[in-house]
């Protein structure tokens, strides 16, 4: 066998991208306010480059957080915004560190409860944590026990039924037998309703057993979301979107779209050569390749609303409801462009409409059903909405269940299978019918 070295020639196609091309897609898939700072520093760096605003107020709003007031004094408009709130598991800390627990005990706590669900329950097994915090499975449910006496009631739960009966524990005005309706072995009747099945069990008067249901349907299955401190997220519409006359109109938001010029005062400068005319070309070039790569990202966010628009025109009558089936691909192939070019389009962005301010990515979570044959003009968003309306007009008395909320679906014309429906169901986070029925 002979070995050795060899040259051979081959040919190999390879994509690159210019600094240029990378720099006008990240500036496509930028949200608005990041591109406005993304400007902004590049204003800072290109003497070259100055950025003008429609009006002073914009660029009062832009450039700092300081404002002028209506009586011509500094107006601190995001000093005037409400703070924000202790998150869930800030708060369960703040309880755990007054506790006066040994410092192992303490560790293996504030682990479980950042381990907790945006409900407040623990979902993950304590084996599985003990192994990841490196303690003793022991440790962690003595950790568990510390959790659960934080308020509110019910945190740190592994399962509604646990939720519930913490919760039921520590109220000394829960009615008697409460613990035991809620054990494991009667759990399910409370479940399914079956009341007098319940009384049965436990040598209850009929009476007892209302009054118990009651209680337990006055009781918070996800006590994680009374806590308020997570829920306000801010955005800033990149455009306003209208109808009028039957013609789209698309108006940018001026707080956030600049134009961008070029300073001519360097121009004298530029025409003499040498270091600083290299530097000036250099920028001047630079500049150019901006403006054009944010008039691109304009142009092309601009055809993909107007498409995504035109492929939603029952959004206008119904909001969210009238949305049909639709995926990047349709708006892809209507425009000639990449699945990953409208990706990076939408992404991040928002746009104000007469049925609110919405993401761009919210008009694609319309996926079609599998039962109404992958295209049929049902959608999710669609089924879920009729699914809240039948429920809230539902008789209290008598709920829908699954399968009779499925047969009212396809009164409709939306064939939907009963595990769809619950599914839909859980999502919107409304309970069965059992749980649901009102005991008079």
């Not at 035991?180 to 409370?190: H, I, M, Q, Y």
């Not at 990076?344 to 990515?361: D, Q």
Request: positive net charge.
């Amino acid at each position: 066998m002979i070995t050795g070295l060899s040259q051979t020639t081959a040919i190999q196609m390879k994509t690159t991208l210019t600094p240029e091309l990378q720099q006008s897609v990240h500036i496509l898939q930028l949200t608005g306010t990041d591109l406005l700072s993304y400007l902004q520093e590049q204003a800072l760096e290109n003497p070259l480059l100055e950025l003008e605003w429609s009006s002073p107020s914009a660029r009062r709003s832009a450039g700092s957080r300081h404002a002028i007031g209506p009586g011509g004094g500094e107006d601190d408009r995001l000093g005037r915004l409400p703070a924000r709130g202790e998150t869930l598991e800030q708060a369960l800390l703040s309880q755990l560190r007054i506790a006066g627990l040994p410092a192992d005990l303490y560790r293996a706590a504030a682990f479980l409860v950042g381990s907790l669900d945006g409900a407040g329950y623990l979902l993950h097994p304590l084996g599985e944590l003990a192994g990841c915090l490196g303690a003793d499975l022991r440790q962690l449910e003595d950790a568990l026990r510390e959790v659960q006496r934080l308020e509110p009631a019910g945190i740190g739960a592994r399962d509604l039924r646990e939720c519930l009966l913490l919760q039921a524990g520590r109220d000394p005005q829960a009615p008697p037998g409460t613990a035991d309706a809620l054990s494991e072995a009667c759990f399910p009747l409370v479940a399914r309703g079956r009341w007098e099945a319940l009384a049965r069990r436990l040598g209850l008067p009929p009476e007892a057993v209302r009054e118990i249901a009651r209680y337990i349907r006055g009781l918070q299955p996800r006590p994680g979301s009374l806590h308020p401190g997570e829920r306000t997220h801010y955005v800033v519409p990149d455009a306003e979107v209208r109808l009028e006359r039957g013609e789209l109109l698309i108006r940018w938001n001026a707080e956030l779209t600049p134009r961008l010029t070029v300073q001519d005062g360097y121009e004298r400068l530029g025409r003499t050569d040498g270091e600083a005319a290299a530097y000036l070309k250099s920028k001047r070039r630079g500049a150019d390749w901006l403006m054009r790569a944010v008039e691109q990202r304009y142009r092309t966010l601009k055809r993909v609303i107007a498409a995504i628009f035109e492929e939603q025109p029952g959004f206008w009558g119904q909001g969210l409801r009238g949305l049909r089936p639709m995926n990047l691909r349709t708006i892809a192939d209507k425009l000639g462009l990449h699945e990953s070019t409208v990706s990076r389009a939408v992404n991040g962005k928002y746009v104000r409409t007469c049925h609110g301010t919405f993401e761009l990515k919210a008009f694609f979570a319309a996926v079609p059903l599998a039962e109404s044959g992958g295209g049929g003009g049902a959608s999710s968003l669609e089924v879920k909405s009729v699914i809240a309306e039948l429920v809230a007009g539902e008789n209290k008395g008598r709920p829908y269940s699954d399968e009779k909320l499925a047969q009212e679906l396809s009164k409709r014309g939306l064939q939907v299978a009963r595990r769809t429906v619950a599914k839909y169901r859980e999502e919107l986070h409304i309970l069965s019918s059992s749980l649901r029925k009102r005991v008079l």
